[in-house]
């Protein structure tokens, strides 16, 4: 089946560091790959959603200057939390399609950021 | 304000008994589906449903999506221990690839 593979899957940092977060399909092409955050006993909520070769759509209340999403291929996205603070700190989680929903989507295992 | 809402958000019940959680919208989804996640990773495809009306069954656990595709909801059967965990429902509205989740339920069966 369908995979995608998230890395790290924790890290710490300093506040005011950068830090990137890499979501790859590993056996199929994801024409589009999303980005969620999830505080503690909550829900996922979505952050942005990046087509391959474009600009990432970012939802409302998303700061695009402090989230980076890069989409170069297929089968890579990438998330960059710049200048990180402390509130930055939760747990990202990145899905991949095939596209239009209705082939499926595959969540990658999350990335817990901490920022000290 | 979340476009799906799911109730209730904590459940704690004995081992062998039966559960129903809810998720509503007043919005249309093209497709729902049911997710279960652990703590610390990603969530895990239960079911999807696409056409309203429908039911499936998964072993103990059955899953409808409403009519008027705008709700669904998820039964468990004589729950047990490994049927911990938080549970969403995810809709993509229609012409769209956004996946959006529900705010979840929390369950916990106790031994």
């Known amino acids: 089946g369908a995979v995608v593979s998230q890395h790290p899957s924790w890290v710490i940092c300093k506040s005011g560091t950068s830090v990137k977060i890499e979501c790859r399909s590993l056996?199929?092409?994801?024409?589009?790959m999303f980005w969620y955050r999830q505080f503690p006993k909550q829900s996922l909520m979505l952050m942005a959603t990046?087509?391959?070769?474009?600009?990432?759509?970012?939802e409302q209340g998303v700061e695009k200057d402090k989230f980076l999403i890069n989409h170069a291929s297929l089968t890579l996205s990438t998330l960059t939390v710049t200048s990180a603070h402390p509130e930055d700190s939760s747990f990202y989680i990145c899905?991949?399609?095939?596209?239009?929903?209705?082939?499926?989507?595959?969540f990658g295992s999350g990335t817990r950021l901490t920022v000290v | 304000t979340q476009l799906l809402e799911q109730s209730p958000q904590f459940l704690s019940i004995q081992e062998g008994e039966n559960l129903t959680v809810y998720c509503n919208s007043s919005?249309?989804?093209?497709?729902l589906q049911w997710y279960r996640q652990e703590p610390g990773e990603g969530p895990v495809l239960l079911v999807t449903v696409v056409t309203g009306g429908e039911v499936k069954k998964l072993k103990r656990l059955t899953f409808q999506f409403g009519d008027a595709r705008k709700d669904s909801s998820l039964h468990i059967t004589a729950a047990q221990p490994g049927d911990t965990g938080l549970y969403l429902c995810a809709g993509a509205l229609a012409g769209a690839n956004n996946l959006f989740f529900g705010t979840g339920t929390r369950l916990t069966v106790i031994p």
């Open positions: 899905s991949a399609t095939l596209g239009q929903g209705r082939y499926g989507y595959t």
């Open positions: 919005s249309v989804f093209s497709s």
């Open positions: 990046s087509n391959e070769g474009s600009k990432a759509t970012y």
């Open positions: 056996d199929f092409q994801a024409t589009t």
